[in-house]
């Protein structure tokens, strides 16, 4: 008969042995997604992302929206930041498109078919480019489309990727994966592309509560992951590198103050903290777009590193496939500062 002592051993043991398996070991491509409209890249920003070994950039390219003439146009953004990509040598760049889900409510198959030529044809147009004779960047090897479709709109979505597929022959198609499209996916379906990128974030609305982190709540991004589920595409994850300020006045949510952080804030002057990630503004002032008013209130939401990090962890766990893209939302130089070289690189390796 065994001892308890070698009982409790083997039982520790195999305890040990279950959490290794669990988790899961990839071979990870590091990449970043670069989302402005407007050129900033530079060489010192080339170094910094060198000095991480990020061999990939998600770069927009242009957003495609239902406009009031009543049909879809794109949004060009290529001139501006064709100006700096200079800077991304020895990269592989992504095209991005971003198309909005209104833009599949109003269209017709038609005109769908229509958009799927338009849109491979500016994508070409850019890879065809004299510039990229003398560049030693990668183009053109991959598209990627994002979207947040829905259940009502999945039979246009995926016509108009099969399109995009028949325009661009030899391109691989890859499109984002929100958190409800996995979880949901009988009803939202699951795309007809090569890989997903799996949103890692926005686990909630940022109108529906103020205690709530909407970036990233990692109880709330288990109920969408269930780690039994598998799903029927290879996976890439992106990772929420970017904040906000949730701005109120009274009870009403009036809107997102885009690139905002608790640094920032502080720095204003025009604001006073009040009590964990709320703040009140002290005087009516104008802030970029929007008027605020003395008495509102703004709610920080950021991912700190230890949210970042769950955050990594429920993705590695998740995601099957042996190799991957794992990218941060978004590249901006005084985030990556504000984080860390050391920090980032630690969450690149905790999927390996």
């Known amino acids: 008969m065994k001892s308890i002592g070698s009982i409790f051993i083997t039982c520790v043991s195999l305890i040990l042995l279950c959490f290794s398996c669990s988790k899961k070991r990839h071979t990870v491509t590091r990449s970043f997604y670069y989302w402005k409209n407007y050129a900033e890249f530079s060489a010192s920003d080339t170094t910094l992302l060198s000095g991480m070994g990020v061999q990939k950039m998600y770069i927009r390219l242009f957003d495609v929206d239902w406009s009031y003439a009543q049909r879809p146009v794109p949004r060009d ?12 040598k020895h990269m592989e760049l992504v095209p991005v498109v971003y198309i909005t889900n ?15 030529v338009q849109v491979s044809a500016k994508v070409e147009k850019v890879g065809r480019m004299d510039y990229w004779k003398d560049n030693p960047c990668v183009m053109g090897r991959e598209l990627q489309i994002d979207c947040d479709w829905s259940a009502s709109t999945r039979e246009k979505y995926f016509y108009l990727l ?6 661009s022959p030899g391109v691989k198609l890859s499109c984002t994966i929100r958190l409800h499209q996995v ?5 939202t379906g699951v795309p007809p592309v090569d890989r997903g990128m799996l949103m890692v974030y926005n686990t909630g609305s940022p109108t529906a509560s103020r205690e709530m982190n909407s970036i990233f709540d990692s109880n709330e991004a288990r109920k969408y992951l269930d780690l039994q589920l598998k799903y029927p595409l290879p996976l890439d994850a992106a990772l929420p590198l970017f904040s906000w300020g949730k701005w109120y006045r009274g009870e009403k949510f009036m809107g997102l103050l885009h690139d905002m952080n608790s640094q920032k804030i502080g720095d204003m002057g025009f604001f ?13 002032t ?5 008027y605020l008013r003395k008495g509102d209130r703004v709610v920080i939401e950021e991912v700190p590193d230890d949210k970042l990090k769950m955050a990594a962890e429920l993705a590695s766990s998740f995601i099957s496939n042996d190799s991957l893209s794992v990218s941060f939302y978004h590249f901006d130089t005084n985030l990556v500062k504000h984080y860390g070289n050391a920090e980032l690189e630690n969450i690149y390796n905790s999927f390996h």
């Open 77 to 88: 953004v290529v001139n501006i930041w064709l100006n700096t990509i200079s800077h991304m």
């Open 102 to 116: 209104r833009t599949l409510q109003n269209c017709d198959f038609k005109t769908l078919r229509k958009l799927a």
């Open 162 to 167: 099969n399109c995009l597929r028949s325009s």
């Open 183 to 187: 979880k949901y996916m009988e009803k």
């Open 272 to 284: 006073s903290h009040q009590q964990g990630a709320q703040w009140r503004c002290e005087s009516d």
């Open 286 to 290: 104008a802030l970029g777009l929007f």
